[in-house]
């Protein structure tokens, strides 16, 4: 299959350790999104790459987080001095284009557990 | 702001029988909707979405939604439940550019035989 692809499927660190988390995004996807789905909670937006750039990361909850996509194709998720408040399901998608009318394909996510 | 209420947390439906899952938004402009699907282990699915047009939308695996503006409301409905329809339920609400959908806390289905 040829759908979003997520490393590693499970994660577990211990608070103060540095993580990164992979997305590889469908073929041809331009744009690749990364959200954050706590227990009991919707995903929860944090960064949005246009090809090689971040063209919104609002979402990113301080500068422990940050993420990188530099050939427009992989992306991957860094977290600094991790924290157990940051135990959650990462989710990554991508889609064809930016805008609505470009579906979102979403890849399985990486459940991080910080103890 | 941009803000998504799924008011059910959990919905138990016999199979066969009719769903509706609730959806409230709260949106500045005409909104773009969407209803998702998780399956435990799986991805996300999109099952519809609303742009503009009819209100009345038809997704996939038998499910549609009706968008209702006076009640800010996305209702998602299915006739007849099958027990492959048990997952949790996210409605979603964006803005045109879509990077930043605001999705609700989900609604849990379980489908009793």
């Known amino acids: 299959g040829a759908g979003v692809s997520q490393t590693p499927s499970n994660k577990v660190t211990e608070k103060g350790k540095y993580v990164e988390l992979r997305c590889d995004p469908i073929?041809?996807?331009?744009?690749l999104y990364w959200y954050r789905q706590s227990l009991g909670q919707g995903p929860e937006f944090l960064i949005y790459f246009q090809g090689t750039g971040a063209a919104d990361d609002s979402g990113l909850p301080n500068d422990r987080f940050f993420a990188v996509r530099p050939e427009g194709s992989v992306s991957t998720l860094k977290i600094q001095r991790t924290e157990r408040g940051d135990s959650a399901v990462y989710l990554c998608?991508?889609?064809?284009?930016?805008?609505?009318?470009?579906?979102?394909?979403f890849g399985p996510g990486t459940r991080l557990t910080v103890l | 702001a941009q803000s998504v209420t799924q008011p059910d947390i959990h919905i138990t439906v016999s199979e066969g029988a009719s769903l509706e899952l609730r959806c409230n938004y709260s949106?500045?402009?005409?909104?773009?909707l969407f209803w998702y699907v998780q399956s435990p282990g799986q991805g996300l699915q999109l099952l519809l979405k609303y742009f503009s047009g009819d209100t009345l939308v038809q997704g996939i695996k038998g499910f549609e939604a009706e968008f209702k503006r006076s009640q800010s409301s996305f209702n998602l409905r299915k006739p007849s439940v099958h027990w492959s329809d048990a997952a949790e339920y996210f409605c979603a609400v964006g803005p045109p550019n879509n990077n930043d959908m605001r999705f609700g806390a989900g609604t849990r289905l379980t489908v009793k035989p």
């Open positions: 998608a991508s889609s064809l284009g930016s805008g609505p009318y470009n579906e979102q394909f």
């Open positions: 949106y500045g402009a005409t909104p773009y």
């Open positions: 073929s041809g996807h331009t744009a």
